[in-house]
């Protein structure tokens, strides 16, 4: 299983980015995963960012409190593609963001950074 993430980069505060991660060699489709979001910053501990329930199953999202309504996670299980368009960005959104897919064992993508700075 592989998960590739990409679509990081810089931004200014205020500004957005598009963060897509592209999974492959699942057994099963991707519907059938539970699919995340988690980040972390320089010195700090790996985060929850979103996710959401397998299509399958009840198709719950969350999103942690500094995200909330600023973050919106989706997917595409007939691309296995999972997204997540990132609005109103702070400097504190700063980290290396990971994809992750769950069946229940975890899958992780390597990462790609996001910088936010005026």
């Known amino acids: 299983v592989q998960l590739q993430a990409f679509g990081g980069g810089s931004a200014q505060p205020g500004g957005s980015l598009r963060l897509s991660c592209e999974v492959s060699g699942l057994s099963l489709g991707l519907r059938y995963y539970a699919i995340g979001w988690f980040r972390q910053a320089p010195g700090k501990e790996r985060e929850g960012v979103s996710c959401?329930?397998?299509?399958?199953?009840?198709?719950?999202?969350y999103y942690s409190d500094p995200v909330s309504g600023r973050f919106t996670i989706s997917r595409d299980d007939a691309k296995n593609m999972v997204s997540l368009q990132m609005n109103s960005l702070k400097p504190e959104d700063t980290a290396v963001y990971y994809c992750?897919?769950?069946?229940?064992?975890?899958?992780w993508g390597r990462g790609t950074l996001v910088t936010v700075s005026s």
């Open positions: 959401a329930s397998s299509s399958v199953g009840d198709g719950r999202i």
């Open positions: 992750n897919a769950r069946n229940p064992r975890d899958y």
